[in-house]
C-alpha cells in the first residue's frame, strides 16, 4: 500500500516535470485537422487544463505529432495545437498548444 508521504513525493515530482500548472477542468471543444484535401472535425472535452495544453478525450483518429486548430465553441477562440501524446486503446490525447495562452480554455488557473 502506498502511504501519504509516498504520493506527496510523486506528486511533487510531476509538478517539477510540467512546464506549467495543471487544472482539473471540464471544457468543450472542437478539434479540427486536415486529412488529404478535406477537413475534419470532432467533439472533444478536457480532463485537465494548463497554460500550454490539455488532456482531452477527443472523438477522432488523432496521430502523434499531428497538428490540430482547437475551438473553443463557448468563447469563439482558436488555438493551434500538436498532438503530443495519445493512448493507444482509447481517445485520451494531450494536446500542446503552439502558443501557450491560458485565457484559451476560459477558466482560471
Known amino acids: 500500500m502506498i502511504t501519504n508521504t509516498e504520493i506527496a ?3 511533487d515530482r510531476w509538478a ?3 512546464s506549467h500548472r495543471r487544472v482539473v477542468s471540464r471544457v468543450k471543444l472542437l478539434v479540427e485537422w ?3 484535401s478535406s477537413r475534419q472535425r470532432a467533439n472533444g472535452i478536457t480532463v485537465d487544463v494548463s497554460e500550454s ?3 482531452a478525450v477527443v ?3 488523432l496521430r502523434l505529432n499531428q497538428c490540430v486548430r482547437l475551438i473553443h465553441p463557448q468563447n469563439g477562440k482558436s488555438a493551434e495545437a ?3 501524446w495519445r493512448d493507444h486503446e482509447a481517445w485520451d ?3 500542446e498548444l503552439v502558443q501557450p495562452d491560458a485565457s484559451f480554455w476560459g477558466v482560471k488557473i
Open 16 to 18: 517539477h516535470l510540467r
Open 93 to 95: 490525447v494531450g494536446l
Open 59 to 61: 472523438s477522432g483518429p
Open 9 to 11: 513525493t510523486l506528486q
Open 34 to 36: 486536415e486529412e488529404g
Open 82 to 84: 500538436k498532438v503530443v
Open 53 to 55: 495544453g490539455c488532456m
